[in-house]
C-alpha cells in the first residue's frame, strides 16, 4: 500500500479549511491545509494530484502541471 510522506490540501474557503482540519483532529489524519489559491502553487514536487474541482478548472491545473 502507497505511504505519502506528505499531502497538502488546498482551499480558498475558510470554513471549508476549518472543517478539513475538525475531521483531520478526529480521524488522527496527518494532512495539512493551507489557504492559498491553487492556481499559483508549484507542483514540480507532486508524485499524485488529486483534484476535486470542475471540469474547466482541471483543464487550468493540467495546464499548469
Known amino acids: 500500500m502507497y505511504h505519502p510522506k ?5 482551499e480558498l474557503s475558510r470554513i ?8 483531520n483532529y478526529i480521524r488522527k489524519e496527518q494532512i495539512q ?5 491553487l492556481f499559483t502553487q508549484d507542483f514540480s514536487d507532486a508524485d499524485v494530484i ?5 471540469p474547466v478548472a482541471v483543464k487550468r491545473v493540467e495546464e499548469q502541471i
Open 16 to 23: 471549508l479549511i476549518v472543517y478539513s482540519r475538525v475531521l
Open 50 to 54: 488529486f483534484c476535486f474541482l470542475l
Open 33 to 37: 491545509y493551507k489557504r492559498v489559491d
Open 6 to 10: 506528505k499531502i497538502v490540501g488546498y
